[in-house]
């Protein structure tokens, strides 16, 4: 396994991480997956996919045998402005849900063999349950259309409750799915204050708001963010995030700086990794982003990143259900560097 980056060896200059093993590793790889028994190139992305995993991993034999994903709910008092089609019960509901095994994130887990366990990162309900990780900063956050979403010292508690999750255990990948009514209005403050897009252009239904329960949205939200004026990624999270979207970045970070690759979901995720990329953008080789949301936002976030989503499947539900569907992507890529002959191998002739 690759030896853990320490953060102050990080330069944020380049895209990959830091410092490389060999400096010619990434020219090998290349050749490795040139010279597998297909014609070059044949398989499209899933071979700048192998190539980014090998050099995450620092080898030409990369490994993609486990993955987990960790669910973080969390509360938003920006709801009380009817910026959800849903209650702010569901938050905790959902999380029961999730702890019984009923819901998306649970079925698709099962079917693509990913462990899931859910954290408490500031949901309102007291909830008890012996298999729920519990992190609650507060029981939900302040209302960010009229003042600070919580406190500095709170999100930076956050965040490094999520760091402490996102390097423990033992997968090779991580996907962080999100729970918490609301959010898509949290993620949509905090994307507008890091890319600048206009509200309006990163306001979408969410959980389906009709066309009047969206311009109600969006003016909640141009006025929210007019509190404001420019902020730094920190800022603009504790500002307008929410405790699960902070943790989320505190687990990011610290999974991508410790080499696993980490599998980013939709448009919360998404709002999350933008944080940690604006902070230290060379963390972008540890990151893939596994789907194009049908939240409207998600376009312009991608686009801010320049990243290419693996799927687009139309899909808007946020739990982690986009990367536990590129879950298998990820595992096929390494496994054809991994396992694939090479021309010679199989002595296979090769093309002009
Ligand atoms: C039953 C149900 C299950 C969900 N699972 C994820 N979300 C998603 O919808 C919410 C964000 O949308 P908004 O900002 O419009 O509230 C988040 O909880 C997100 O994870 C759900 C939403 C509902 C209703
Ligand atoms: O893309 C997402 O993460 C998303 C979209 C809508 C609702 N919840 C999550």
């Known amino acids: 396994m690759a030896p853990e980056l320490a953060p102050e060896m990080v330069p944020n200059s380049t895209l990959e991480l830091a410092p490389d093993p060999a400096p010619d590793l990434a020219a090998r790889i290349r050749h490795a997956i040139d010279t597998k028994t297909k014609p070059p190139g044949s398989l499209g992305r899933i071979e700048d996919l192998a190539a980014q995993i090998a050099l995450l991993q620092g080898t030409l034999t990369p490994r993609m045998e486990r993955a987990q994903l960790t669910i973080f709910a969390g509360d938003h008092g920006i709801a009380a402005e009817g910026v959800s089609a849903f209650p702010q019960a569901v938050t905790a509901q959902m999380v029961l849900n999730f702890l019984g095994g009923g819901a998306a994130a649970n079925v698709f887990a099962r079917t693509a063999g990913v462990a899931l366990r859910v954290v408490d990162a500031g949901v309102a309900a007291e909830l008890a349950h012996p298999e729920l990780i519990v992190r609650k900063i507060a029981p939900g956050t302040a209302n960010s259309a009229h003042g600070p979403a919580m ?14 999750l996102g390097a423990d255990g033992h997968a090779d990948a991580v996907c962080f799915g999100e729970m918490g009514i609301a959010n898509t209005a949290a993620a949509t403050l905090v994307a507008h204050k890091i890319t600048g897009r206009p509200v309006a252009e990163l306001t979408g239904r969410g959980t389906g708001l009709d066309d009047g329960g969206l311009r109600r949205k969006t003016e909640v939200l141009q006025r929210a963010a007019g509190r404001t004026g420019a902020l730094t990624p920190a800022d603009a999270l504790a500002e307008y995030g929410g405790f699960e979207i902070a943790m989320m970045a505190g687990a990011m970070a610290a999974a991508a700086r410790a080499r696993r690759l980490v599998i980013v979901d939709g448009f919360i995720a998404s709002a999350a990794a933008l944080v940690v990329l604006t902070e230290a953008p060379k963390l972008r080789g540890a990151m893939v982003f ?6 409207a936002g998600h376009r312009a976030v991608l686009a801010h990143l320049r990243a290419e989503p693996l799927l687009s499947l139309g899909m808007r539900l946020g739990e982690g259900t986009g990367a536990l569907l590129a879950w298998p ?5 390494a496994a054809m560097l ?5 021309f010679d191998d199989a002595g296979v002739s090769r093309g002009l």
């Open 338 to 342: 991994t396992d694939m002959a090479s």
């Open 290 to 295: 596994a789907h194009a949301s049908a939240e």
């Open 151 to 164: 406190t500095a010292a709170q999100c930076e508690r956050a965040r490094a409750a999520g760091a402490a």
């Open 329 to 333: 992507l990820v595992r096929a890529a």
